[in-house]
T-cell receptor, first 113, second 109 residues
Framework: NAGVTQTPKFQVLKTGQSMTLQCAQD?????MSWYRQDPGMGLRLIHY???????DQGEVPNGYNVSRSTTEDFPLRLLSAAPSQTSVYFC????????????FGQGTRLTVV | DAKTTQPTSMDCAEGRAANLPCNHS???????VYWYRQIHSQGPQYIIH???NNETNEMASLIITEDRKSSTLILPHATLRDTAVYYC??????????FGAGTILRVKS
């Protein structure tokens, strides 16, 4: 049971480039979300989804797009990378609705130069 | 905005109990108290959660005051591997996790 898998683990982009951060879970969870974590700070919610075809914005959605075509996958797209998007990105999944635990991936460390 | 207040950092001796406080004075009746931790920039790890009653699992105990305005996470026998940032989060059933800055717990030998 792999849990939540994020790829890649590390990425360097040039300003203006686009890329997709991948997130996959094998627990059949309805709820998936993306967070970013800047140095010395807590996690901030970017986008989330409560099921296939349903997505919504979190606290810091600007510059990011998401889609949810399957239960398993929830990719995060950076349309035109900026240095301010240098951060560590975490994907999470959980049963929804529920009071049970959320499972997090190991993160993608992104540097935009 | 995070609905909780936690100390910025705490130290604990290895083998002793670590007691991490959290203030959530504006908690509503249908909101749960969750604790997660993050070890050295890894993905956050769930520890425990509760609504009204005290809870215990293999990792920790959660003590919630009767008025639910504060809680304490107890790691009964802290080890060096428990050094991490601990997040106390108040959340409605099925809602979004909102992380604050957390408490940096340093376990020292």
């Amino acid at each position: 049971n792999a849990g939540v898998t994020q790829t890649p683990k590390f990425q360097v982009l040039k300003t203006g480039q686009s890329m997709t951060l991948q997130c996959a879970q094998d627990m059949n969870h309805e709820y998936m979300s993306w967070y970013r974590q800047d140095p010395g700070m807590g996690l901030r919610l970017i986008h989330y989804s409560v099921g296939a075809g349903i997505t919504d914005q979190g606290e810091v959605p600007n510059g990011y797009n998401v889609s949810r075509s399957t239960t398993e996958d929830f990719p995060l797209r950076l349309l035109s990378a900026a240095p301010s998007q240098t951060s560590v990105y975490f994907c999470a999944s959980s049963v929804f609705p529920s009071d049970t635990e959320a499972f997090f991936g190991q993160g993608t460390r992104l540097t935009v130069v | 905005d995070a609905k909780t207040t936690q100390p910025t950092s705490m130290d604990c001796a290895e083998g002793r109990a670590a007691n991490l406080p959290c203030n959530h004075s504006t908690i509503s009746g249908n909101e749960y108290v969750y604790w997660y931790r993050q070890i050295h920039s890894q993905g956050p790890q769930y520890i425990i959660h509760g609504l009204k009653n005290n809870e215990t699992n293999e990792m920790a105990s959660l003590i919630i005051t009767e008025d639910r305005k504060s809680s304490t996470l107890i790691l009964p026998h802290a080890t060096l591997r428990d050094t991490a940032v601990y997040y106390c989060i108040v959340m409605e059933y099925g809602n979004k996790l909102v992380f604050g800055a957390g408490t940096i717990l340093r376990v020292k030998s």
